[in-house]
C-alpha cells in the first residue's frame, strides 16, 4: 500500500505560479513513477506529467513550457512547478503512482486560477 497525500493547491491569478507537493508514504520501495494528472467536472483525468525513477518525464500537451516535475527521493516526494497559469489549468490535480502493479492517486488538491 501507498499513501500519496498532496498539498500546495489554492487561489492563483493568471500568469501566475504555483508549487504542488505529493509525498508519499507505506510501500514507497515498490513505486517505480510519481506523476500528476488533473480533472474538471464532467471531463477525464488528463495527464500533466510524470517522471520515473530513471528520470524520464512525460509532459501532456497542456503542461509542456509551462509545467516542470522534480523529484525528492530524500523525501519520498514529488513536485509540480507550475508557472504561468491560465483560467484554463483551473482543475483539481492529483497526485499518482504505480507501484507493484497498482496505480495509487492522491485525494486530489484544487487549484482556481482566476482574477
Known amino acids: 500500500q501507498v499513501q500519496l497525500v498532496e498539498s500546495g493547491g489554492g487561489l492563483v491569478q493568471p500568469g501566475g505560479s504555483l508549487r504542488l507537493s505529493c509525498v508519499a508514504s507505506?510501500?514507497?520501495?515498490?513505486?517505480?513513477?510519481m506523476g500528476w494528472y488533473r480533472q474538471t467536472p464532467g471531463s477525464q483525468r488528463s495527464l500533466v506529467a510524470t517522471?520515473?525513477?530513471?528520470?524520464?518525464?512525460n509532459y501532456g500537451v497542456s503542461a509542456k513550457g509551462r509545467f516542470t516535475i522534480s523529484r525528492d527521493n530524500a523525501k519520498n516526494t514529488a513536485y509540480l512547478q507550475m508557472d504561468n497559469l491560465e483560467p484554463q489549468d483551473t482543475a483539481i490535480y492529483y497526485c499518482?503512482?504505480?507501484?507493484?502493479?497498482?496505480?495509487?492517486w492522491g485525494q486530489g488538491t484544487q487549484v482556481p486560477v482566476s482574477s
Open positions: 499518482s503512482a504505480p507501484a507493484a502493479q497498482h496505480v495509487y
Open positions: 507505506g510501500g514507497v520501495s515498490n513505486i517505480v513513477a
Open positions: 517522471l520515473s525513477n530513471g528520470g524520464y518525464t
